[in-house]
Structures are given as structure tokens and as C-alpha cells.
């Protein structure tokens, strides 16, 4: 199919910058109009002078240019990198439908695709991430389509340096923090001398894992059939399957409910437990819950839903201690307690610094709480009854960092740590019990 109307997304780096010139010679001859689109991040002073370059070269080139300027920004505890990307794909994906485009052309390539198939191995990715990125995609209404993915970077730099196009140089790909960049800078150089071609090599895996991922995901989709009722997984037909075939049926199934990839430990847990419950729910990523009731497994939503939920989210949990690493906004579920630990920021709570190696634990007893700074640290029995905690209200576990006891269910953050010295970002720290009916190990009405 032809596209109408064929937009570029140009960061204004080598590689966009050749693409939209190369494209502008490809679409002109045959009458299909190209559209430049630019997102300006916002984080960099630079920014203004890139969109400014950006829409110089647009005019020499007489390609009309959309450009957005984000207004959003990365939440703490976001990834920059991922938030860039979020934010730059939903901008973009505004800027082609404003422009009427329905195609729209990205400069990865040859190298960033073989970049990108390293960094899923060292998550540990199975083959859907390592299939990397595709060379076409339809997503939001679009078409997006990367003509050079197959091509060594070596031959786009030709290109640009032959028509003498004019590039920005964006200092960030330099920041040793992106993990892109350290493995660019670092990893790459070594690993193109010690093996020649590995570059290509790379990308071809990722190709083979983009088959292998898309024959799966076929396969999983008749097997999904047979093995589910609506929306629900249907436990004894699940099981029925070979232990290989379950584990891809439950990925799949979690991965379309869920809307995004099940974490490991959640696969886990899952083949542990499921075969066994009785009535279950098990905690899953974006504040949703899992429960198995009556031989079905279904996805809805954490029985809580506290606003300026951030991003974070942790699954776990058993007493009597459980380290966490908290960099954000976060909820913590923990079954163990029957409740989420919910995590905020704020003008007045924890020293977030404080939350980055913290821990939850059970009372044991001469644990000390001190409610004001003016007031003395009294046993926790005592500030429970003086402050008249009702029983239901004491149950969810403590919040403790480098010694200090930082929040106690139903009495709060302690004095010591709301009037701490430390600078930087404060979180609110809530408990939230679960609602009656979704703890964990709940006997169901049928007795199964
Ligand atoms: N700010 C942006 N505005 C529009 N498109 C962008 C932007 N950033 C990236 N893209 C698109 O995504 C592709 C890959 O992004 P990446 O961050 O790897 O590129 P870059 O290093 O900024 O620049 P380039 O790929 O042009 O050399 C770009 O080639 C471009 O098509």
C-alpha cells in the first residue's frame, strides 16, 4: 500500500538526517508528500538549537515540519531513557495523525538494532525481546516502519558526509548512566575487533528471534483456545498441557490480560502455586491483581487504588523481613500482610534517600515509636493504645532503613525521620490493607 503522505522523525541526528533527505528523493519522483516531525524533549539547554537546525534543513529541503514540545516530566524513580521514549513515540504519533500521515519512518539501524538485542539479553529476555525492534509495526493507528534497520551506519555516515548534511551532536550519547551508551562506548568497539562481523550477526539473531517469537505467539493463541473461557485461564485444561507448553500459554495469557510482559517472578510463583490454591491472588504489575477462584484465573484490579500511583511497582512478600529498594513513587504489595505499602511523594515524610535500602518486618517487640518531635519514643504498644489504633489497623508490616524504625501502620512516619536533616525528596508512606476477600489462601464456598 502507498502512503499517502510519508512522515520522518528527525531528531536532527546523522542518521534522521539522512533519512529525510533520502527520502524527500525517493517520495518527490513519485508524488508522495513527506512530512518532517520533531519532539523536543525539554531536558537539554541544547534543545532549542537542535529543533532550530531541524527546521533550517527542513526549509532547505522544502519539507514542511511539526514539532511538539514536551510538557510532562520524568516522575522520580522513571528511567529517563524510557520515559524519552514513551513520551517521543506518543508525540510523534500526535504529530503524524496531525499531519495525515500514516506512515512513519525511523533511522534506527544496523547497530542499534544489534545494541538493542545485547541490552534485551542482559535483561534477560526471552525471544520477544530479543527480536528487538521490528522493521515494521502498526501501532496507534500508524505505520511504523524502519527502512534501514538492516543497514551498517557506516554506509548512512557516507551518505550524510556525500550530501554534506549538517548534524547535531547530542552531548547525552556520551553519559556513561545510559546503558545504551555504555555498552555503544565501552562493550561495542571490543567486541567488533574480537569478532569480525558481530555486528551483523547480531541483527540477524534478532531477526531469528522475531520468527521464532511470532511462530509462538500463533501457536500460544490456538493452545489459548482450548485452555480458557473468556477472559479467564482455565486451570485443569492449563495443566493438561506438557510443563514447556504451559509455561508458553502463561506467558501469552499474562501477557495479553496483563497488557505488557509478566515479570519473572511472577511466572514463577504462578507454576508454584496455581496448580495448588484453593481461592489466591497474587499481586501483577500496574496496580493489577491476579485471583484464582473455581478453577479460573483472572486479571482485575489491586482492591486499592490510591491516587499518584507511580510507576514501581514490587511484588512479594513474607515476613519477618523483606528488603526493598524504593527510587519512587511505588506500591508494594505484600501478601504476607494483606495489604500494599503505598509510597508518594510529598512536602513533608521519609527522606526518599532513606527508601533505597529499606526494609518491611514484623513486630517483634521493644520496637520504639516516637509520634512528635517534642514528645518522648514510647513503646509501640503504648502508642497504640494512647492513640487508640484499632486492632485491624496495626497489622501491616514495619518500615525500617539503617536502623531507624521510619513508619509504623496506623500510627505513621516516625518524628525522627519526618524532622531528619537529610536533604532531598520526601515520600508519604501509607498502608493499605486489602479488602476481606482477596487474601491469599482464602477458603472459597465450594471448599476446593
Ligand atoms: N527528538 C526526536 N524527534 C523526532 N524523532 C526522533 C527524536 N529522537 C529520536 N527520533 C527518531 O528515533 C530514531 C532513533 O533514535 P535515536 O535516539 O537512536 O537517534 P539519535 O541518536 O537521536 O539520532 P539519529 O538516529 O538521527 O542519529 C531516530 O533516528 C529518529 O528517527
Not at 490510591?306 to 519477618?320: K, N
Not at 523483606?322 to 511505588?330: F, H, K, N, S, Y
Request: one cysteine or more.
Amino acid at each position: 500500500m502507498r502512503a499517502h503522505r510519508v512522515a520522518v522523525a528527525v531528531s536532527g541526528g546523522r542518521d534522521s538526517v539522512a533519512l529525510l533527505h533520502a527520502t524527500v528523493q525517493a517520495a518527490r519522483p513519485l508524488g508522495v508528500a513527506v512530512q518532517a516531525l520533531h519532539v523536543h524533549h525539554g531536558l537539554m539547554p541544547q534543545a532549542d538549537a537542535w529543533q532550530a537546525q531541524v527546521a533550517a534543513l527542513c526549509g532547505q529541503l522544502e519539507v514542511p515540519l511539526l514539532a511538539e514540545r514536551l510538557t510532562t516530566r520524568p516522575q522520580p524513580g522513571d528511567s529517563i531513557e524510557a520515559w524519552a521514549r514513551r513520551e517521543r513515540y506518543a508525540a510523534l504519533a500526535r504529530l503524524a495523525h496531525e499531519a495525515g500521515a500514516d506512515l512513519v519512518l525511523l533511522a534506527h539501524h544496523r547497530r542499534d538494532q544489534a545494541e538493542t538485542f545485547l541490552l534485551q539479553a542482559l535483561r534477560g529476555a526471552g525471544a520477544a525481546g530479543l527480536a528487538a525492534m521490528p522493521a515494521r509495526i502498526e501501532r496507534h493507528g500508524l505505520t511504523w516502519a524502519r527502512p534501514w534497520l538492516d543497514r551498517p551506519r557506516e554506509a548512512i555516515e557516507a551518505y550524510g558526509a556525500l550530501h554534506g548534511l549538517p548534524v547535531v551532536e547530542d552531548g547525552s550519547n556520551q553519559d556513561p548512566r545510559f546503558a545504551r551508551n555504555r555498552l555503544r562506548l565501552q562493550v561495542m568497539p571490543g567486541l567488533n575487533q574480537a569478532f569480525a562481523g558481530a555486528e551483523a550477526a547480531l541483527a540477524a539473531a534478532a531477526r531469528r528471534s522475531a520468527e521464532a517469537d511470532a511462530a509462538l505467539a500463533e501457536w500460544a493463541d490456538e493452545a489459548l483456545r482450548a485452555c480458557s473461557e473468556g477472559e479467564a485461564l482455565l486451570r485443569e485444561a492449563w495443566w493438561g498441557l506438557s510443563p514447556a507448553r504451559r509455561l508458553i500459554v502463561l506467558r501469552h495469557w499474562l501477557a495479553l490480560r496483563l497488557g505488557q510482559g509478566a515479570p519473572q517472578r511472577l511466572v514463577d510463583r504462578l507454576l508454584a502455586e496455581w496448580p495448588q490454591a484453593v481461592a489466591a491472588s497474587w499481586p501483577a504489575p500496574g496496580g493489577q491483581v491476579l485471583r484464582h477462584y473455581r478453577g479460573r484465573l483472572r486479571v482485575d484490579h489491586a482492591p486499592t487504588q490510591p491516587g499518584g500511583v507511580g510507576p514501581a511497582a514490587h511484588g512479594l512478600a513474607s515476613p519477618p523481613c523483606w528488603p526493598l529498594r524504593i527510587t519512587g513513587a511505588a506500591r508494594v504489595l505484600v501478601q504476607a500482610f494483606g495489604g500494599e505499602l503505598v509510597v508518594e511523594p510529598a512536602n513533608e515524610g521519609v527522606p526518599l534517600a532513606w527508601l533505597a535500602n529499606c526494609e518491611l518486618r514484623s513486630r517483634s517487640g521493644g520496637e520504639q515509636f516516637q509520634l512528635a518531635a517534642d514528645r518522648p519514643a514510647r513503646s509501640l504498644k503504648k502508642m497504640f493504645q494512647q492513640q487508640a489504633v484499632p486492632a485491624w489497623a496495626r497489622q501491616g508490616p514495619l518500615l525500617w532503613a539503617a536502623g531507624r524504625l521510619l513508619f509504623v501502620p496506623g500510627l505513621g512516619v516516625d518524628a525522627r525521620a519526618l524532622h531528619a536533616a537529610e536533604g532531598g525528596p520526601r515520600m508519604r508512606i501509607d498502608w493499605v490493607p486489602f479488602a476481606a476477600d482477596c487474601s491469599i489462601g482464602e477458603a472459597s464456598a465450594d471448599g476446593r
